[in-house]
């Protein structure tokens, strides 16, 4: 029982259950629609030898980063601001929650025609799909901060700009944490979009690409791969803030984000 329980922890006994489904279901289906776990990974020892799957994940990790931290990075301020000053957030509401609701792959035809073709077209999308959820995070932290706490640095001679950096913007780390963490998931889907239309190269052009040969291994190897990709830069992120932001309550978040 303590083997099954460290197991359970580790995730392996999901995965192997995840892989028995998986067979059973392959099993029973056309292989040239639902291929089994060996011949993806055959097909992964395929695009491998080639060069091609090392390639298409980097170039998509790339992308995905660059957009998420622009995104990030200016999320983080714009969700300060407007949490902290009322009349900017009367005034920016109104855009937020209507540009919020449009997903970031219907502008796809636009950034193509505005930007081109090539790489700054798909990091702007992938921004666009990081911004707002950052921003709203960011801001709903900040409204949510203590009246009492802010009143006491006030009380106390503090100014608000040391309020600000002393008292709100440790109180909302948790909350852009969460947002630049869920932004990261926006981002795989931003990206996938953008491959499928506007790439030569790429998980999501892989995919898409894919179907033309007939190749429904290779596709499964790129769903794995985006699933993979997520999970690597999630751990990643979580060890960084833990380690970095651990004394603002990062390191009490379970595995769904709690």
């Known amino acids: ?59 998509s990790f790339k992308r995905v980063v660059l957009g998420w931290l622009l995104g990030s990075l200016l999320g983080i301020p714009a969700g300060l601001l407007i949490g902290r000053f009322r009349w900017l957030r009367e005034l920016v509401e109104p855009y937020l929650n209507f540009f ?9 035809t636009l ?15 992938i921004m666009y799909a990081t911004l707002f959820i950052v921003v709203l995070n960011t801001a709903a932290g900040v409204v949510n901060v203590e009246d009492d706490k802010i009143r006491s640095a006030r009380s106390l001679g503090a100014s608000e700009r040391q309020i600000l950096i002393h008292v709100i913007i440790p109180a909302v780390v948790p909350a852009f944490f969460n ?35 007939s190749k429904t291994d290779w596709i499964f190897v790129g ?16 060890w960084m803030g833990k380690t970095t932001l651990g004394r603002y309550g990062i390191a009490k978040e379970t595995r769904f984000g709690k």
């Open 100 to 108: 919020r609701f449009i997903p970031a792959l219907a502008f796809i």
């Open 1 to 59: 029982m303590r083997y099954v329980r460290k197991g359970l922890k580790a995730g392996l006994i999901s995965w192997l259950l995840f892989l028995i489904v998986w067979q059973l279901v392959a099993m029973n289906s056309n292989p040239d629609y639902f291929p089994t776990p060996i011949q993806t990974l055959q097909g992964a020892v395929e695009l491998f030898t080639d060069n091609s799957l090392v390639s298409y994940v980097l170039i």
């Open 223 to 238: 769903l794995l791969l985006l699933g993979l990709m997520g999970f690597a830069g999630d751990q990643l992120l979580r």
């Open 111 to 125: 950034f193509i025609l505005w930007f081109g073709i090539g790489e700054q077209s798909k990091v702007i999308l």
């Open 179 to 213: 947002g630049v963490r869920l932004a990261m998931g926006n981002s795989f889907m931003a990206i996938v979009g953008a491959e499928m239309i506007a790439a030569n190269e790429g998980v999501g052009y892989l995919i898409w690409t894919s179907r033309l040969y």
